[in-house]
């Protein structure tokens, strides 16, 4: 599905226009996927600057004097649905967080659990206000400082017009179905996803001030970045590059930041032995297991929420595709892990369920159900491989981050070019400049802050665990 709105909801949009603005702010296409012409009109430094519409486009949206006015109008049922169903995504992306602690906290040892509840708590907290104070509109620039690659970000603004109580200029093509409010938080809970991805990669050896620095800069100057490239209609948006919820923009990115800091962090002590790899456990596989569900149903969220807006059809395909790829990847991962290791591997299973969410993520609104199915089959036979062929080349990922985010990610751009609608150079070309800008930008910075403040714990802090030398409190007590 393109961005491109019938008419009805084009009609919306100008009149939305007339109500919804913020102070200092363009209006832009706040989508995960918009492709929208040259605007007729234009916001900058709080001056409009506005071209005659066209005849029929006056008349197809009436100007509305108010966001009274608006409410009482025809369109009023139509947006108050579309922008409940932003929030209620909104909201179910919020809900991954609580995911991926429980993945990551199961999948590793117990004397780190506190240490990764906590550094999911902060990434969350830290992550949404510095979207607020910077991100989102370097993600979304109204002015770029290099056309198409980089914007300044700024504060979001607190009220929907400008000082002088002008409108801001929209096309006819922005998605007319939510305020910039509902637009602004649903964009801020996937921002700190990036960072959540590395905190998995990294766990039970990463110093925890330095990573909190790290993942401060990651996700409220890097990610916007490469954001804005697609969804804020910079150079890979004007190539024709599609990404509909963010398998590169999101999750490619984290995958490939979390490898860079992998690389200068080094695998946990004991990992590998000159006997070979040896298995470090995971000390809680049912909390993992409720951490996987409860990121499978954020997913729909996260993708369902990236239509822009509650169109039932739109709606209700993307979530077919979301859980026959989450499903085909799961059963995929179960048995390749079961020939390959010759056990059925629980892990395993779970991580497919993940890696076929993550691959159906840039093409769930074009690629057919049964189409999806395949994604999602390729998808859970990739990870078993991935993360075997890591542990054999000697990088430690505890939880399978790289793999699941960053190699299926790259996968699943690629497949909206090979099941869906896409043009495969625009894909390749996208995903692999994203990945490598993650890369190089984690690597500089992460070395950066290991010049400064080091970014490993002794090993003595490592032994004990890190609940108790970092936060001096264990996870589970007896009450002693």
């Known amino acids: 599905m393109t961005r491109r709105h019938p008419t009805t909801l084009r009609a919306l949009a100008l009149a939305a226009a ?64 579309n922008n409940l169903w932003i929030l209620i995504s ?34 969350v907290a830290v992550g949404a206000l510095g979207y607020m104070a910077w991100g989102f509109n370097a993600m979304y620039p109204g002015d770029w400082a290099i056309d198409g690659w980089f914007a300044m970000g700024s504060s979001l603004g607190n009220g929907f017009a400008d000082e002088a109580g002008r409108v801001a200029g929209v096309t006819s093509e922005y998605n007319p179905g939510y305020t910039i409010w509902a637009d602004f938080i649903f964009q801020a809970m996937f921002a700190a996803t990036a960072a959540t991805i590395v ?40 190539m024709g ?7 590169t923009l999101v999750h490619a990115f984290g995958g490939f930041a979390a490898l860079a800091a992998i690389l200068i962090l080094g695998p946990r002590r004991g990992k590998f032995t000159k006997d070979g790899v ?76 993940l890696a076929g969410l993550v691959g159906i993520t840039a093409g769930a609104d074009v690629i057919s159900p049964w189409a999806s199915v395949l994604v999602g089959l390729i998808s859970g036979a990739l990870v078993v491989c991935s ?57 500089i910075l992460f070395y950066i802050i290991k010049v400064v403040m080091g970014v490993r714990v002794s090993a003595q802090e490592e032994q004990e665990g890190l609940d108790v030398a970092e936060h001096g409190s264990p996870a589970y007590s007896d009450g002693h």
């Open 387 to 443: 993360v075997l062929f890591f542990d054999k080349i000697k990088i430690d990922d505890p939880v399978g981050a790289v793999s699941v985010h960053g190699v299926c990610g790259i996968f699943g751009t690629l497949a909206v070019a090979i099941f869906g609608t896409g043009s495969f150079m625009p894909q390749l070309i996208g995903t692999v400049s994203i990945s490598i800008f993650a890369f190089v930008t984690s690597f």
């Open 199 to 238: 905190s998995g990669a990294v766990a039970e050896r990463v110093k925890l001030t330095s990573f909190m620095v790290y993942a401060a800069i990651l996700v409220t100057i890097l990610y916007p970045i490469t954001g804005s490239w697609k969804w804020g209609t910079g150079w890979l948006d004007r």
């Open 278 to 353: 040896k298995p470090i456990l995971p000390h809680n596989l049912p909390l993992a297991n409720i951490g996987v569900f409860m990121l499978f149903l954020g997913w729909f969220g996260f993708n369902g929420g990236s239509v822009l807006s509650a169109d039932p059809e739109s709606v209700s395909r993307v979530f077919v595709t979301t859980a026959m790829s989450g499903f085909a990847g799961g059963l995929a991962a179960i048995f390749a892990s079961w020939i390959l290791l010759k056990k059925p591997d629980l892990s395993m299973a779970l991580n497919g369920i």
């Open 241 to 247: 590059f599609a990404d509909f919820a963010g398998s």
């Open 90 to 123: 909104a909201a179910l992306v919020f809900i991954m967080h609580l995911g991926f602690c429980s993945v990551e906290s199961g999948m590793c040892q117990k004397k780190n659990t506190v240490n990764i509840l906590f550094k999911n708590v902060f990434i």
């Open 18 to 81: 007339a109500c919804f603005a913020i102070p200092l702010m363009p209006a832009t296409s706040h989508g995960q996927e918009e492709t929208s012409p040259a605007p007729t009109e234009q916001v900058v430094d709080a001056e409009v600057t506005t071209e005659a519409p066209p005849a029929e486009a006056a008349e197809e949206a009436p100007a509305y004097a108010s966001y009274e006015d608006f409410m009482a109008g025809p369109d009023a049922a139509m947006f108050t649905v």
